[in-house]
């Protein structure tokens, strides 16, 4: 078996020895889920269950636990935490220590562990970035397509059925736009309006 595929089987080993345990957040977004172990975050998912909420001055934004195991990790807390800021207060969560994260996708020292680990710590709210300029960010100018591909690995906009689709939030791939200015789609379609939401969301919230 070669050397890849040997590394390959033992992080699909250690990832299969998690204990996981998933807490549910009714968000502006609708409902959301948390997914992780003692050693950090798996996924964050986002039910696609209602359309997300209509912006009010009268109404602040909310986000509220409404499931949750007798006991958590305090990475899972963490990450309910950091969640709960971004949405109600999100002046406040840039300074906020984020959870672990505990999937292959967001380890090692391959292209894609990078491209979002530089995504996650350079793009900061409000901001947004395009493939290009987050290729050069990642020290390889020319891998445009491959930033492209590191977006579609990235474990919180991998396509399941159609009903459940995973959404970055703390990876923030929304804020990955085109050259153009555009915003471009997201999850081949099914979420560019949950990316138009987070991005309005980041621009009014950064303003105020």
Known sequence: MKKASVGSEMKKQRESRCT????????????????GCENGVHTIQIL???????????APLSCVVTDSPAETSPEMQRCVEWLQAYFTEPQT????PLPAFHHPALQGDAFTSRVLQVLLRDVKFGETVSYKRLAEMAGNPRAVRAVGGAMRRNPSVTLLPA??????LLIPCHRVISSSGQSGPYMSGRGDHLKQWLLTHERQRGEG
Do not use: F, N, W
């Open 48 to 58: 696609m269950d209602v359309a997300p909420a209509e912006r009010s001055s009268e």
């Open 20 to 35: 996981q345990k998933t807490i549910s957040l009714l968000s502006p977004l609708g409902t959301i889920q948390v997914s």
């Open 93 to 96: 969560a840039g300074s906020l």
């Open 163 to 168: 009903r459940l689709c995973q959404v970055p």
